[in-house]
């Protein structure tokens, strides 16, 4: 195949537009024409693998070699295929370009001006002390007490002349008057009559009282302090009357303070026992809770293990599966290219027949 042959481009381009289009359409019929030549170049390396090329022989190929030579033309031809799409895609947009572009043609004359909107901005007028806008179909008028203002047809002429005689240097300023006497002060005006008091205003109704709150919780009673030691006993005294009413005293005295005892006894008895019935929940409920995430932890380790355990064997009969089809592939060739060499070698010693003794 011969090297593509393009016109000298020196730096002063001439290529007119037209001329780029044919070397575009040149270089997608170049591309195809190399194209065609490595597809014939695939098919002659698969009739010198099978042993069909004539005047060509090589050693038998094995059922590997085959495989290799087959996977070599697939990629070639996808590859081919790839540039087939893309030598489309540029010839599409080369057709649809225009060939040839003629001059820019002159200018056309200016067409006539519009109407007038009324009110529509002519221009700004801005004086010393202030500014205004004129628009359309708005006159514009001049206005001055001390000059001479004519005006003339013929693209609004305006002259402003100044009549009147120059003003005179202003005169220096005379001396200031004497200041007069101060004028007699005004007399007092009466003070008016001070306004009714007003009634006053009904009091509220008194609102109801809030509900009284709830008594707070009765504390727990401390423990009780360690019994004092006896003291010595004193001397016998006589007994009488006194002495007789004074022991039925101490004696209820002494019946109080143990009945006292006893109840603050079986309150902190009480309070005891709650507290370990609260603590034998508060332990039962914890056991209960982690003896429940135990299980949980359980069941969900056993079902990832089940779910893994059923993926691993379901991967492992795919992959059976995909090996004994490969296999069966792979037999399936052998047995097609053994059946195939026999007519394959008779052609071939035909065809040498035939060369020999035409």
């Known amino acids: 195949m011969s090297q593509a042959n393009f016109p000298n481009i020196t730096p002063s381009v001439t290529l007119s537009r037209e001329d780029a289009i044919n070397l575009l359409l040149s270089s997608i019929a170049m591309e195809e024409l ?72 002159p200018v056309g004359p200016t067409g006539p001006t519009g109407p007038l909107t009324p009110g529509e901005l002519l221009f700004n007028v801005f004086g ?55 004028g007699v002060t005004g007399a007092t005006g009466a003070t008016g009559a001070t306004g009714p008091v007003g009634p ?35 001397p016998a005294g006589d007994t009488g009357m006194l002495r007789i009413i004074g022991l039925e005293y101490i004696s209820r005295f002494f019946s109080l303070i143990h009945s006292e005892d006893t109840l603050n006894v079986q309150q902190a008895q009480r309070e005891r026992t709650e507290r370990q019935v609260q603590q034998a929940q508060r332990e039962r409920t914890e056991r209960q809770v982690q003896q429940a995430q135990r299980e949980r932890t359980e069941r969900q380790v056993q079902q990832a293990q089940r ?25 399936q060739t052998e047995r097609r290219v053994q059946q195939a060499q026999p007519a394959q070698l008779v052609k071939g010693l035909l065809f040498r027949l035939h060369q020999v003794h035409p």
């Open 34 to 105: 190399g194209l065609s030549h490595i597809i014939n170049a695939e098919g002659e390396k698969l009739q010198y693998v099978l042993g069909t090329l004539p005047g060509l022989s090589g050693p038998a190929p094995t059922i590997s070699d085959l495989l290799t030579i087959n996977e070599s033309v697939r990629s070639t031809l996808q590859e081919s295929t790839k540039k087939e799409w893309l030598l489309q895609s540029k010839l599409d947009t080369i057709m649809s370009l225009p060939i040839s572009v003629g001059p820019t043609g």
């Open 128 to 182: 010393t002390t202030g500014s205004a806008t004129v628009g359309a179909l708005e006159n514009l008028n001049f206005l001055s007490n001390t000059l001479d203002i004519i005006v003339t047809e013929g693209s609004a002429n305006v002259q402003i002349e100044n009549t009147m005689s120059a003003t005179g240097p202003t005169g220096a300023t005379g001396p200031a008057g004497p200041t007069g006497a101060d």
């Open 200 to 234: 006053a205003g009904a009091g509220g109704a008194t609102g109801p009282a809030g509900p009284a709150g709830a008594d707070g919780a009765t504390g727990p009673a401390g423990p009780a302090g360690a019994d004092g030691a006896t003291g010595p006993a004193g």
């Open 307 to 331: 779910e893994r355990t059923e993926r691993q064997v379901q991967q492992a009969q795919r992959e059976r599966t995909e090996r004994q089809v490969q296999q069966a592939q792979r037999e």
